[in-house]
């Protein structure tokens, strides 16, 4: 395999393996937030049960986040060397802000709020947990105006062969970053939603602490509606915006090979991307050109237009993403987000009809359900970078550019086959101590015994 092969798949591994954990820290986090509000504003000992419980949680999937999270600002100087050079002077600045302000501020108060129970007023407590859900979503703030500027440059100037940031006010107010933003953010409390969901869901159908996880599951399913229909909305803004930023992006997720007014959303479709066309498809007539429009009537470019266009402007060359992984991609994402507006409905009517705990199918269905955001999750950052392909920046720099040229093959080779093995054993470490303290179920443990626990899964790393 290449160097270029290898990179790619190097960090496609290790960054799909880091963000399993960032949206449950996004989200879980202010779960947790709230839970000890509740407990402050009521002295109830049961909001002090969840807020504990959720948060030894919270600790365990905050800890592998950092531990993965680690290893992809090594790679940039690693494997994409040439991407650093030419655009480091723009894409560090928000990545430094975000470890100097955001990452410490997070990591201080995690330390206060974890070993300051029964030590610090409660007020104070409160405090500092809702300074580390904050921070947690700053810190995917500035990630993400980094991310945007890969997705739609602003605020720069080409200088002997550099990109050089000449607005830090444009880089940050980024029109990107105000769709990007808020959809990752929602997604992340979606998926925190249904990972309370589905554990509480489990301890019903046990019958254990049941006060403690009726409490959780209104909570969760409260929080999961507005999420969900949150993303559904946002991601739809988002969608329109790209219909004017990334034309080529929104084109290859539905197929769409020649300009139509009106265009049809695709259900299904047989692609030939060879040939550049459908050999079957359903289609909903009009319902592109709403999507992108808000009506009925528009036009919508197509692939092989685009394709066209791209090449007067930057030169010869493919600028197609693949299209095939593209659309299902996309697909599995509306399927899933469909799946979690139904469920968290479902739940609401249960919980206050007050036949949840009857619904013995409904609590196992939530169980399984706690990976349909995962899926969800991934699936959308699939589409949001592989169809930026085959730019790195867009318009700016491809990636087969931006690789490093100094690092072997079998280098790469060796670092991928590493950091799979060492990955996998994070995994095993992950789900023992998550499965432990979720069977555990609310008893008081210190946060030292945590402490306790997390090293002794870290022996295995």
Partial sequence: ????????????????????????????????????????????????????FWGKLFLINFAMGVVTGLVQEFQFGMNWSEYSRFVGDIFGAPLAVEALLAFFLESTFLGVWVFGWDRLPKKVHLLSIWLVAISSNLSALWILIANSFMQEPVGYALRHGRAEMTSFL???????????????????????????????????????HLDVFRRSFHMAVVFGIISTFGVAGIGHLQGMYLVKVQPMKMAAAEAHWETENPAGLLLFASIDEQGHKNTSQLEIPGMLSFLSYDSFTGEVKGINELQAADAQQYGPGNYIPPVTSLFWSFRIMLTAGMWLVLMSLLGLYFYKSKRLEQKTWFLKLLLFTIPVPYIANTSGWYMAEVGRQPWIVYGLQKVEAAVSTSVPATSMLIALIGFALIYSILAVADVYLLVKFIKQGPEEASPETLNHEMKGASLWT
């Fill in 1 to 52: 395999m290449t160097q270029l092969i290898l990179s790619r798949l190097q960090f496609a591994v290790t960054t799909s393996y880091h963000f399993l954990f960032v949206p449950l820290t996004l989200g879980l986090g202010v779960l947790v937030a709230l839970m000890e509000t509740w407990y402050v504003r009521t002295g109830n000992e049961t909001y002090k049960k969840m807020t504990k």
């Fill in 170 to 208: 444009a880089l940050v107010t980024n029109p990107h970053v105000f769709y990007q933003f808020p959809h990752t953010v929602l997604s992340g409390f979606v998926t925190a939603a249904f990972f309370v969901m589905g554990i509480s869901a489990y301890h019903l159908i046990k019958k254990n």
